[in-house]
């Protein structure tokens, strides 16, 4: 159906192609942040759990690059905290790997696992120790991630941290352990 002189008012069905573009703009929208023109498709009609090519969500994408106003609108939207992109990756271990506290936060209050593993068994409190990010750490404690997990390979975050020389949170992890 495409609008004509003869048919004007009939809606324009979108090819493929131009599908396609439409979907790696909303993509674009996630990874810059862009809350308010999210808030808008959403409220229109677009699922909060679109995924790309790489399984990667948009509350991915919207977490990793530490966009707060994003993930919080795609939460309202009911976004899904715990779906994993195609390397199993969660958004809020990739919220740990780059450090950002206050999005950690807004996952785990919108419902992430703080023990949430992916596929090697590695958690977002595994990845703020290698990573020395201690206040991730206090947090995640805090709301119950266990401090004596084990990663697939039998990795626990003290471990990790001291393998990746996180020297913070190494004695950190060491004073819990006492």
Avoid: C, W
């Amino acid at each position: 159906m495409s609008d004509t002189p003869n048919n004007p008012g009939t809606a324009t069905r979108m090819t493929d192609e131009e599908a396609l573009e439409f979907a790696e703009q909303v993509f674009d929208r996630a990874r810059a942040g862009d809350a308010v023109m999210l808030d808008r498709l959403l409220e229109n009609g677009l699922t909060p759990n679109l995924r790309n090519h790489k399984g990667d969500t948009l509350l991915m994408l919207a977490s990793y690059h530490g966009h707060q106003d994003a993930v919080s609108v795609l939460l309202k939207h009911g976004a899904d905290p715990e779906i994993r992109n195609d390397n199993n990756q969660s958004p809020i271990a990739g919220a740990a790997f780059k450090g950002d506290l206050d999005v950690v936060k807004l996952l785990v209050e919108g419902g992430a696992d703080v023990e949430g593993a992916g596929g090697d068994g590695r958690t977002a409190l595994m990845m703020a120790a290698m990573f020395n990010r201690t206040a991730i750490v206090d947090y995640l404690i805090a709301n119950g991630a266990n401090p004596n997990a084990k990663d697939a390979k039998g990795v626990t975050p003290l471990m990790a941290a001291q393998t990746m020389g996180a020297t913070d949170t190494a004695e950190q992890l060491t004073r819990l352990m006492v």
